[in-house]
C-alpha cells in the first residue's frame, strides 16, 4: 500500500524539482526598452553590462563556469550571447524577459540583487544596438567627477551589490546604501579593496579590476570625506 502512494508521490516532486529551474514565458510582458536617442554613445559591453553580468548572475552556485546552472555562464561576452540572446530584439530575448519575471522565475533570484529599472533598460539597449562586444569605452569616466550619487553608488550597483547586499551580506560589507559604504570608505578598506592594495582582499572578486579611472574616482571621493553628496 505504501509503495503505491509513494511512487506518484515522488513523481510529482521531481516534476516540482526538475520545474523550479525552467522558465515560462512571462505571463505580463510589456516592457520594451527605449531605443537609443539620437546622436548618443552606444552602451558599452565591457563598462555598463559585462560587470551587471558578472557581479549578479555569474556567481558560484549559479551561472559561474563551475555551476552553469540551466547551462548559462555569464562570465564573458562569448558565455552571454551564446543562447537565448537575439542581437537586435531584446523583447524576443529569454535572457532579458527573465529580468522581468516574478516569482521563482525572476532573475536575479536573490531578494536583494534585482537590477534597477535604469540597468533592466541598459540591457535592453545593448541587445537592440546590436548586443555587440564594445569594449576601451573611456569616455564613460571622467575622474575628476566624483560625486556619490552620480558616480560612486553607480559604480557599487554596478559592480558590488551583486555580492554586497541583502541580509547576508559577502564580508558583512554592504554597498547598497551610502552608510555601508562610507562604512568601508572610512576605514580605509574601500579603496585598499578596489586598489588591489595588500593585506585586501582584491575586489570586484575573481573578475576584472576596475578601471584606473574608476578607482581614481573611488579614492577622490573618500579623501574628499566621502561625503553623502
Ligand atoms: C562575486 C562576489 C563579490 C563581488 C562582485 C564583490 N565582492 Fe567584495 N567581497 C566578496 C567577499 C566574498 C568578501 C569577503 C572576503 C573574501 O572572501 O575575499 C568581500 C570583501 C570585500 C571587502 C572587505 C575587504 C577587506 O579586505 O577588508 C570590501 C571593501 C569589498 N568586498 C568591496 C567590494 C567592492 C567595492 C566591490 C565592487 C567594486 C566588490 N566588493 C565586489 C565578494 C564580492
Request: include cysteine.
Amino acid at each position: 500500500m505504501k509503495q503505491v502512494f509513494y511512487l506518484p508521490a515522488m513523481l510529482f516532486a521531481g516534476i516540482l524539482l526538475f520545474n523550479s529551474c525552467t522558465h515560462e514565458p512571462p505571463v505580463a510582458f510589456t516592457a520594451s526598452p527605449a531605443p537609443t536617442p539620437g546622436g548618443a554613445a552606444e552602451v558599452c559591453f565591457e563598462s555598463d553590462i559585462l560587470p551587471l553580468f558578472q557581479s549578479r548572475c555569474a556567481l558560484s552556485g549559479c551561472h559561474d563556469a563551475t555551476t552553469h546552472q540551466n547551462n548559462y555562464m555569464f562570465d564573458s561576452y562569448a558565455n552571454i550571447i551564446r543562447n537565448d540572446l537575439t542581437p537586435g530584439n531584446a523583447t524576443t530575448s529569454k535572457i532579458y524577459q527573465v529580468l522581468f519575471e516574478t516569482g521563482k522565475d525572476k532573475m536575479p533570484p536573490l531578494p536583494n540583487a534585482d537590477l534597477t529599472i535604469a540597468q533592466k533598460a541598459l540591457i535592453g539597449r545593448w541587445i537592440n544596438e546590436g548586443a555587440k562586444n564594445t569594449n576601451n569605452c573611456a569616455q564613460h569616466c571622467d575622474s575628476t567627477n566624483f560625486k556619490y550619487a552620480a558616480q560612486i553608488s553607480v559604480v557599487m550597483n554596478t559592480y558590488c551589490v551583486g555580492c554586497h547586499a541583502g541580509v547576508l551580506p559577502a564580508g558583512g560589507v554592504i554597498l547598497n546604501t551610502y552608510t555601508g559604504v562610507n562604512q568601508v570608505a572610512i576605514s580605509g578598506r574601500l579603496t585598499g579593496a578596489v586598489s588591489h592594495a595588500p593585506g585586501y582582499s582584491p575586489m570586484p572578486k575573481n573578475t576584472n579590476k576596475l578601471s584606473d579611472c574608476q578607482i581614481t574616482q573611488i579614492r577622490n571621493w573618500v579623501n574628499a570625506g566621502a561625503l553623502n553628496n
